[in-house]
């Protein structure tokens, strides 16, 4: 009796193998990036770019660009089958584009699709684009045989140097749904035979309404807390040192620091009016200074280690001050006044309408350790 | 129908140490519920489901208490053995046959999420009965080997899939630990809906009525079970609590399955998508519970029908096969699994409180009586 099913098993691992579909790696196309862009046409259909990577040693060229028009992001792949000699599959896809004139009209469709998916991996970068998709995936690139995974490297490189924060499809879902907080995406543009992060786009739920540059896009990992630690640089305001240089300098000032440590810290002060406090703790050492600075001096480190503090504070309230104008909140100032005020019942749409309006100090406590070798 | 054994002879070859009640129990409660309770706890209970969590765990380590309770009145007996005890033969046997049909049910609904999730997340076209046959036959052959090949796996199912719960590390990194404040910002009536809305993902432990005539020491039974129910808690309040920091809120009432949406996340140079790996693996969490279920309903067979336990492996594998391939949406599962958690709460969390009633009062009973004819 016992031998039966032990049978029955057996034949069943012999025989199951060949019942589902089978994907052979030769046989299939490796969606790697995807870029969305309108129609031009007006007539609301979508155009997708996709980068199709082919696993063939003998192809001259391994990478497909194929670009479709239709209403929805799964037709195009349709489409795009139509027109392939191999089944075209998305379990690969690492990088999603979004032309800036979709994003201004929202993703949560295009998002909403990718996750909906089982085959596509939570962690695919979502970013925009300036001008268009296409525009980024269509061109021929000198050094750049494959797209996709130049996008997904380029990406994660900077992702992991903290340069700007992370736009998993899981965070922007995450971002989207959130009462208290919106999320970001990294802004891709075409320089010549390069791709460039071009900046940092704010998100209202899933619209774009603001663009920082990507030095300011680091203020947001800094305030929200996300950050680690990273290169920064700063343009001291002119004359700023005066007071420990030999002779007036009359230009802004380049400083290149490396922060080692950082916290942020957001507390709500006063509920009723939605007073915040950020406090920030930055421990940093120095590397670069264009002017011939003696650092010997603790007095002088002081003093350059203050006006650091004041333009970071400056910085940080503007990208504050501008995000806030924008309706949006990137940082999580609204999850700090959910977490802390009983019974909000904060919504997102109502903090949409109240962040504009939200006070927010800054207080920065920024240190340098040490200045490198040399003093 | 011929009058039964309360109590079973105990035979040695056939008798389990009573440290295996704590595989035993954790792995039949940790099942294709663990897949996606959170959405359905945090619909209720919100940003504070892991105090419903807490307090389901807490209820259900009570119910041990009165089970454990129950089944110490008698020397070495199981539920039917009770059933056919304080309620006699006719009714005692429509409690048992009733008993029996709640455990092929909650066979059936394991299979039928388990190809669910198999469908939705692995593949699309494959036909439900196709997977439900597999799982079929390894339930029977486990159930065929007898009480210690079922526990066997238990132990193997406890102990290999052990190493997953460090898998949480990963979600952790997005974490957002904001999302747990305020903490109670639900109502009472909340935070109980919410622990009500865990049953369907708690229970498990009721086989313990069954495998009791097979514990070699009885004075541990308590202590080892409760250790079991101590640690599915601890797996499913860890997995809620990086759940609830993971999504946000929105977000995770739109998860399906949200557990494998958090291994989603996890990614190695070697294994790209590790949810797949998680999917396929959990065959072996939930073939304890395919086996436990289905042996305590055929167990039934031989103890209050008194028929050949064999051929009823087959006869129920084959019942439970037919009704998985007329579930056929995502919509019909979930209607499914509500009616079920409905039953499954009355016989799990509240049939316990009622049956000590009634076997303490027929102990006192008989005790008085016992002292009035001396």
Request: hydrophobic residues 45%.
């Given at each position: 009796m016992k031998t039966f099913p032990l049978i029955v098993l057996l034949i069943f691992s012999l025989i199951l193998s060949g019942c589902t579909e089978p994907k052979i790696l030769e046989r299939v196309g490796l969606i790697t990036a995807v870029g969305y862009d309108d129609a031009e046409d007006g007539s609301g259909k979508i155009k997708g770019t996709t980068a199709v990577l082919q696993v063939d040693p003998d192809a001259l060229q391994n990478v497909d660009i194929m670009t479709d028009e239709g209403y929805t992001s799964k037709g195009i792949v349709n489409l795009e089958n139509l027109r392939s000699s191999r089944k075209i599959r998305s379990g690969q896809l690492r990088v999603a584009l979004f032309s800036d004139r979709l994003a201004k009209k929202g993703l949560i469709n295009f998002a909403d699709s990718l996750a909906?998916?089982?085959s596509i991996s939570e962690i695919v970068y979502m970013c925009i684009t300036e001008p268009t998709s296409a525009d980024i995936l269509n061109h021929q690139y000198e050094n750049i045989p494959d797209i996709g995974e130049y996008l997904y490297r380029l990406l994660d490189q900077n992702i992991k140097n903290e340069e700007i924060p992370s736009p998993t499809i899981h965070e922007f879902m995450k971002g989207h749904y959130a009462a208290g907080f919106d999320p970001v995406a990294p802004i891709l543009k075409r320089k010549g035979e390069s791709v460039k992060i071009n900046g940092?786009?704010?998100?209202?739920?899933?619209?774009?309404?603001?663009?920082?540059?990507?030095?300011?896009?680091?203020?947001?990992?800094?305030?929200?807390?996300?950050?680690?630690?990273?290169?920064?640089?700063?343009?001291l305001p002119k004359g700023s040192l005066d007071p420990?240089?030999?002779?007036?300098?009359?230009?802004?000032?380049?400083?290149?620091?490396?922060?080692?440590?950082?916290?942020?810290?957001?507390?709500?002060?006063?509920?009723?009016?939605?007073?915040?406090?950020?406090?920030?703790?930055?421990?940093?050492?120095?590397?670069?200074?264009?002017?011939?600075?003696?650092?010997?001096?603790?007095?002088?480190?002081?003093f350059v280690q203050n006006v650091i503090?004041?333009?970071?504070?400056?910085?940080?309230?503007?990208?504050?001050?501008?995000?806030?104008?924008?309706?949006?909140?990137?940082?999580?100032?609204?999850?700090?006044?959910?977490?802390?005020?009983?019974?909000?019942?904060?919504?997102?749409?109502?903090?949409?309408?109240?962040?504009?309006?939200?006070?927010?100090?800054?207080?920065?406590?920024?240190?340098?350790?040490?200045?490198?070798?040399?003093? | 129908m011929t009058a039964m054994k309360i109590n079973l002879a105990?035979?040695?070859?056939?008798?389990?140490?009573?440290?295996?009640?704590?595989?035993?129990?954790?792995?039949?409660?940790?099942?294709?519920?663990?897949?996606?309770?959170?959405r359905i706890v945090f619909k209720s209970a919100g940003h504070d489901a892991w105090i419903s969590v807490l307090i389901s765990g807490i209820w259900s380590v009570i119910v041990l208490l009165i089970m454990v309770k129950t089944l110490s009145f008698y020397e070495n007996t199981d539920l039917y053995g009770i059933h056919f005890d304080v309620f006699g033969k006719w009714i005692g046997g429509l409690f048992s046959a009733l008993y029996m049909l709640y455990c092929l049910f909650a066979f059936f609904i394991i299979i039928r999420n388990y190809v669910e999730v198999i469908q939705a997340w692995l593949f699309p076209q494959l036909d439900a009965w196709?997977?439900?046959?597999?799982?079929?036959?390894?339930?029977?052959?486990?159930?065929?080997?007898?009480?210690?090949?079922?526990?066997?796996?238990?132990?193997?199912?406890?102990?290999?899939?052990?190493?997953?719960?460090?898998?949480?590390?990963?979600?952790?990194?997005?974490?957002?630990w904001r999302s747990l404040l305020p903490v109670m910002e639900a109502n009472i009536t909340h935070l109980m809906r919410g622990a009500y809305d865990m049953t369907f993902t708690i229970i498990g432990f009721e086989v313990l009525y069954f495998i009791n005539p097979y514990i070699k020491e009885k004075e541990k039974t308590l202590k080892f079970s409760a250790l079991g129910l101590a640690y599915t808690l601890f797996v499913y309040l860890s997995v809620m609590i990086v759940s609830l920091v993971y999504f946000s809120g929105a977000q995770l009432e739109n998860t399906i399955w949200a557990t494998l949406t958090l291994f989603k996340i996890i990614h190695f140079p070697f294994v790209e998508r590790f949810e797949y790996l998680a999917i396929t693996f959990w065959m072996?969490?939930?073939?304890?519970?395919?086996?436990?279920?289905?042996?305590?309903?055929?167990?039934?067979?031989?103890?209050?029908f008194h028929r050949n336990e064999k051929s009823y492996i087959y006869w129920f594998s084959l019942l439970i096969i037919i009704p998985v391939c007329f579930v056929k949406t995502r919509n019909d599962v979930n209607t499914l699994n509500g009616f079920f958690a409905k039953i499954a709460f009355g016989v799990v969390f509240c049939y316990p409180f009622l049956l000590f009633a009634v076997t303490w009062i027929k102990k006192t009973y008989k005790e008085r009586k016992r002292r009035k004819s001396i």
């Open positions: 909906r998916d089982p940092i786009a704010l998100m209202k739920n899933d619209k774009m309404v603001g663009k920082l540059n990507t030095k300011e896009g680091y203020y947001i990992k800094l305030i929200n807390g996300r950050y680690k630690g990273g290169n920064m640089e700063f343009l420990i240089l030999p002779k007036k300098e009359n230009k802004g000032i380049p400083v290149a620091i490396d922060t080692l440590q950082s916290s942020s810290k957001i507390d709500l002060i006063n509920a009723k009016e939605k007073k915040f406090n950020v406090s920030l703790k930055i421990r940093a050492r120095l590397l670069e200074i264009r002017v011939p600075v003696n650092l010997d001096v603790p007095k002088n480190m002081v503090q004041n333009k970071i504070k400056k910085q940080a309230d503007d990208v504050i001050k501008y995000a806030l104008s924008k309706e949006t909140d990137p940082f999580g100032f609204g999850e700090s006044y959910r977490s802390s005020v009983r019974n909000s019942n904060l919504t997102r749409d109502q903090w949409h309408k109240d962040v504009s309006s939200i006070k927010v100090n800054v207080d920065v406590d920024f240190k340098l350790l040490r200045t490198g070798v040399i003093d | 105990e035979r040695p070859q056939h008798s389990i140490s009573a440290l295996l009640l704590f595989f035993i129990l954790h792995s039949v409660q940790v099942g294709v519920g663990l897949q996606g309770f959170q196709f997977v439900a046959l597999t799982l079929v036959v390894m339930a029977i052959y486990t159930v065929s080997g007898g009480i210690r090949v079922l526990v066997g796996l238990c132990f193997f199912s406890v102990l290999f899939s052990a190493w997953m719960i460090l898998l949480l590390i990963f979600p952790i990194e997005y974490a957002d072996l969490i939930i073939l304890p519970n395919l086996g436990m279920y289905l042996w305590c309903a055929v167990r039934g067979m031989s103890r209050v």
